[in-house]
């Protein structure tokens, strides 16, 4: 009985031995954890379709002249409309420092650049959101007194909207500008 313990130990042991010199070992097997991130993730939701290419060289009216001065805007200027973006500027009717500006973006993924964290946004401190049952992200910048938020119309379609200094908190009057145009483009 005790060989048959000997034999087997001596089996076991065998099969123990460090391989020889030359030959290369596989690397121990790790598990990849991905660093947590802030603010949103990395990757934007699913859009459903909310077309928009309509007002491509309209960005006013997404959110009409008689909407924005019921809340106290007139319109500055006529809108920038660029290649990438078109703008409608807009300012408190007693005060320059109030403004309120529209930006769409017809034919980019806006959205996806935030979450891919690719566009010149604080995509680090913004809030997933969802307006009028579109993805959209927001964040509230200088104490409180500004607020961008970005919501998805389509996978290329996205329109901004952009309030600065106004009397409501955080991003209410920016929320309430962006359901509007949902509802408005449904």
């Not at 954890?33 to 309509?54: E, H, K, N, Y």
């Not at 009216?61 to 924005?68: G, I, N, R, S, V």
């Not at 005060?95 to 769409?104: A, K």
């Not at 579109?134 to 119309?153: E, K, N, Y």
Request: proline share 9%.
């Amino acid at each position: 009985m005790t060989r048959r313990v000997v034999a087997c130990l001596l089996i076991l042991a065998a099969g123990c031995t460090a391989s020889p010199p030359n030959e290369e070992q596989d690397p121990p097997p790790t598990t990849h954890v991905p660093a947590p991130w802030r603010g949103i993730p990395p990757t934007r939701p699913q859009i459903p379709p909310l077309d928009a290419s309509r007002y491509g060289d309209k960005p006013c009216d997404l959110f009409t002249d008689e909407q924005a001065k019921a809340l106290g805007y007139v319109r500055e200027r006529d809108p920038l409309v660029e290649t990438d973006v078109q703008r409608c500027i807009r300012r408190a009717e007693y005060t320059t420092d109030t403004t309120l500006t529209i930006l769409f973006y017809p034919d980019a993924d806006h959205l996806g650049r935030i979450y891919r964290r690719e566009a010149e946004w604080p995509a680090n401190d913004a809030t997933a959101r969802d307006i009028g049952g579109q993805p959209a992200v927001s964040v509230v910048l200088d104490r409180q007194s500004t607020c961008w938020l970005v919501v998805g119309l389509t996978d290329t379609q996205s329109v901004e909207v952009r309030t600065t200094n106004t009397k409501s908190a955080g991003c209410d009057q920016a929320t309430g500008i962006a359901e509007a145009i949902v509802a408005r483009l449904r």
